[in-house]
């Protein structure tokens, strides 16, 4: 209650007076120096198993909050289930040039066009490793992407040299194809070119994690389909629904910003494209609900759409750290009430219907 009632009155306050962006590094970087310190254990309602992996809980930080691995400590301090870091390019790169984040407390949403800042992959294999020799026992999921500048046709080694850079330290991998603010990468979502990415970071020559494909929410439902039925015949193990969008006004959100929306005005958008992967799918492939979720309610809403697990980024922001805690304790009440004895009974029960 003491930490909540800070961030609202003070942190959040003070944040929300600097730049975006400028607030996201300064946030980082208090964060990178939380000491070790063990969540409280969590409910056994909440254990969640994907992979032969095993969650406590299947709550997860989304790809661009920690896109260089500086704060998994306080991830995992905060109680987390998993930390999704990236995206991670091969080489450094600087993104797009600033401004290039930008807040919309009314829609309580961020706009950003920031275009794949990046450190590189063997800096995040420095940190990756150095935090899996810490014995820290936050499960990992790293999420690839191209450089701005790899040509077309080397799009799918960028992907295979981040595999066989990185594969080794994650519990699983996401691969990006659907950030709107990397030119031409969303064509990397049709299932041709998915056949490509996936051939090549399967000849990788590296253990293999499970291995997850990042779908747009403003995919037509035809090609959301193809694409999910093409996950399947390649044997992708899951996907991620999803990243930000460029339809504002469908979500009722009118802006001259350019880029990608995040945030509440995604949370039905996102929810209906969950919901319509299993059906489609029938179950057979877990997801991963991302997108507007600031609440126990809305994040127990994906979950019974068809997510396996769910993750969060802006709620994050405009809700403070308190936040995976309550989304934890509201579940575990929402789950009792409906007679649930575990999260993993809810998956999908919407869509069934």
Sequence with gaps: MMIDLLYRNFGKPLLFMLDPEAAHH?????LSATPALSP??????????LWDIDFSNPIGLAAGMDKDASAVRAWHAMGLGF????????RPQPGNPRPRMFRLPANRALINRLGFPSVGMDAVAFRVARIRRSGIPMKLALNFGPNKDTPPEGVAADYAALMK???GFADFIVINVSSPNTPGLRNWQSPERMREIFSAITEAGTARPPILIKLAPDLERDDLLRICGSAIEL????LVATNTTLKREAVGVVSSYEGGLSGR??????RGLIREIFRHTGGRIPIVGVGGIASA?????HIRAGASMVELYTGLIYEGPTLPRDIKAGLVRLL????????????GVDARN
């Design 336 to 347: 009792r009430r409906d007679g649930f004895g575990s999260i993993g009974d809810a998956v």
């Design 26 to 30: 300064m946030t980082l970087a208090m």
């Design 40 to 49: 409280a254990p969590d409910p056994p309602e909440l254990k969640t198993k």
């Design 235 to 238: 044997g992708f193990d899951g």
């Design 165 to 167: 850079c990185l594969g």
């Design 297 to 301: 309610e809305d994040a127990y809403g």
């Design 83 to 90: 930390a999704e870091l990236g995206t991670i390019t091969p």
């Design 265 to 270: 005005p995604l949370l039905e958008l996102s």
